[in-house]
């Protein structure tokens, strides 16, 4: 065969090489687009998940007068359905989230384009193409995580949603499922929360103000910035206009109106004591899945002079001293729980400290100690003396190492002298004073050591006040509580709490010399700074090692307080002690909140005084009561109480417990 005829074959018979590689790249490239599609149809989530949850009901909760707190869970009316859209808030909707929604097939193939763009031109990204299918596709099935595998999945389930779903089916499972702010998830429940009627009544006005909540719901929900979500509201107002939703007078109109939203909930920082009683209210009605009603011990005026005062303390840097976050819980004369606040912002940080947050009291503690050792035969002006003691390897010292020699137990209360305060323990038996904090509410563990009276041991706010009580309740113990009343939307009562007198857990003397060293500590002690004027007020500072922990815990007017300040990480803060900031946010608390009913005073009044458990153990000697179980020692603590503003030259005596940590 010739050269010239080889070459005739090879253009007659054979394919380009430049045509051959392309056909090769083309094939090889969709058997790889079919391997990741592949790949990631299986890495999808179960899409069986997109099935509507069993309903457990909306469990709307309202303070001790009938006044709404918040509301949790779907109502039954609260779902909306692809046959009955609410067809304003669904035009507004769309116009802000997704103009194109019924022409696409999942995919705005043109908004995508769009703002790709423009995020190229800006050098970051400033617009997003996400359609409201991808948006449900997200929220159904997949994380917050930004990555291009996440992005992918969005768009296969987008393409699964359009093919499974009709476009009004889509939205509605859109609506019901998006978060609106101020605990709202789903647009009905939002409708409810801001503006106390069902989504299919909503204004344009009000239409326009949820859809813009979307976005960014937290920053332009109306109850944290009303203005902010107003302007929001026009844009959305505008965007339907340009989409040809509504009119120029219909616009022109809405603009104009004002809109007014309910204020729903007692304030932002009821969303702590509303998590509290939720895990409470399904124990309290079994089996129930219809609508609940809850009536609680909160009140509503109380609550938001307890969110005033922390958010005082916290934001005034001479009271704060370094403590970023905060908790106060009160609690009337049975228990009830007036005000709950968990920190500094509920939105930013949900996390409950005034229940769940355990942390060492400090001197909060001593009162235990004190009415463990009167209990035993000490009294108030029994002296001891303020000066360096040991007890085998450990050897407590005052703060600054600095001692006030003789003192009454009145006066060592009042400076809270914790050289004294070991001392006490230590004579009337460790033991003894721990019974003695558990006789009354303390149910954390504690442990028999010699830093026992100093309170080395952790407790909550909750329970400290609860321990508190009967300091105040004429020596009778009361459980802290929540919940007065539970029943069903129809009217049902399922629950109702029954006022009970508590059990008598502290004798009478030990109560008037208590009382008494209480008012030194509020008059001329560390608690100069909970005192309000021309009011009776009672209680007790605490601070702990490398000021970590301030605390305050006393009562005024049938309602106890405590008040914590400190940073969630255990860090020292810059000098904050429990005279400062938690002793000045109590005042400021008390000035506020309203008086609670006296109506365990009548129950006390009518009680028979039976006979008194506790008035066997006043007559015997201390010694009889001292137990030699010690066990090991911790760490000492720090107790420094003193205002370091206050003049009084006695202040700077406060002492202080050393040693390693």
Excluded: C
């Amino acid at each position: 065969m010739t050269r010239s005829s080889r070459k005739t074959r090879r253009k007659s018979g054979g394919l380009p090489v430049w045509l051959r590689l392309m056909m090769i790249t083309v094939i090889a490239g969709g058997l790889l687009g079919v391997g990741v599609v592949v790949h990631l149809a299986r890495t999808l989530p179960d899409l069986s998940a997109i099935e509507p949850a069993p309903r457990t009901g909306e469990v709307v909760l309202l303070d001790r007068e009938g006044r709404t707190i918040a509301r949790r869970g779907q109502s039954t009316s609260a779902v909306i359905t692809a046959d009955a859209l609410p067809q304003t808030l669904a035009d507004a909707v769309i116009a802000v989230e997704d103009r194109r929604f019924y022409s696409h097939f999942g995919i705005d193939l043109i908004g995508t384009t769009r703002a790709l763009i423009s995020n190229i031109r800006a050098g970051r990204v400033v617009q997003g193409g996400s359609t409201i299918t991808q948006q449900l596709a997200k929220n159904l099935f997949l994380s917050p995580e930004r990555t291009y595998k996440r992005k992918a999945q969005e768009v296969l389930l987008a393409l699964w949603l359009e093919n499974r779903f009709t476009k009004d089916e889509i939205l509605a499972l859109y609506l019901n499922r998006v978060y609106f702010g101020a605990g709202a998830w789903g647009a009905e429940a939002a409708s409810r929360r801001y503006f106390s009627r069902p989504a299919d009544e909503l204004s344009i006005g009000e239409a326009a103000l949820l859809a813009g909540l979307l976005k960014a719901p937290s920053r332009y929900a109306p109850t944290n910035d009303a203005r902010r979500a107003s302007v929001r509201a026009t844009v959305v107002l505008d965007l339907m206009y340009a989409t040809g939703r509504i009119s120029q007078a219909e616009r022109i109109e809405a603009a104009s109106t004002p809109i007014r939203v309910s204020r729903g909930s007692s304030s932002p920082g009821a969303g702590w004591f509303a998590d509290w009683v939720m895990t409470q209210v399904r124990e309290l009605a079994p089996g129930h899945e219809g609508d609940l009603i809850v009536r609680t011990t909160l009140d509503v005026d109380a609550q938001r002079a307890a969110e005033a005062a922390l958010t005082l303390g916290l934001e005034t840097p001479d009271w704060s001293r370094g403590a970023t976050e905060g908790a106060l819980i009160a609690l009337d004369s049975q228990g009830g729980v007036r005000a709950m606040v968990g920190g500094h912002d509920y939105a930013q940080a949900p996390f409950n400290r005034a229940v769940n947050a355990r942390r060492q009291p400090g001197s909060a503690f001593k009162p235990f100690v004190y009415a463990a050792a009167f209990e035993g035969g000490l009294g108030p002006d029994d002296v001891f003396t303020d000066a360096p003691i040991a007890y085998g390897d450990w050897a407590p010292q005052n703060y600054g190492d600095r001692y006030e020699g003789d003192m009454t137990l009145e006066r060592a209360f009042a400076r809270s002298s914790n050289a004294i305060a070991v001392q006490v323990a230590e004579a009337t038996g460790r033991g003894w004073v721990l019974r003695t904090a558990q006789r009354l509410g303390i149910h954390s563990p504690l442990q028999n050591t010699h830093a026992l009276s100093l309170g080395a041991y952790e407790v909550t706010p909750l329970e400290l006040g609860q321990a508190y009580l009967p300091f105040m309740n004429g020596g009778r113990r009361a459980d802290a509580y929540a919940i007065l009343s539970v029943r069903t939307a129809e009217g049902d009562m399922l629950f109702e709490h029954e006022p009970t007198l508590g059990e008598r857990v502290l004798a009478d003397r030990v109560l008037r010399q208590m009382d008494q060293l209480f008012d030194a500590a509020v008059s001329y002690g560390t608690a100069r700074g909970a005192r309000v004027e021309g009011r009776l007020v009672r209680g007790k500072t605490g601070t702990t090692n490398d000021n970590r922990d301030a605390w305050f815990a006393g009562w005024m007017d049938g309602l106890t307080a405590v008040v914590w300040m400190g940073n969630d990480d255990y860090t020292a803060t810059d000098n904050a002690v429990g005279g400062a900031g938690p002793a000045r946010v109590f005042a400021s608390f008390m000035s506020g909140a309203p008086i609670p009913p006296r109506g365990l005073d009548a129950l006390l009044a009518d009680a028979p005084r039976e006979d008194d458990p506790i008035a066997s153990l006043l007559s015997g000697p201390v010694d009889e009561m001292r137990s030699d179980a010690d066990g090991p020692s911790p760490a000492p603590e720090e107790d420094p109480d003193a205002d370091p503003e206050d003049s009084d030259p006695i202040a700077d005596l406060l002492g202080r417990i050393g040693g390693a940590q």
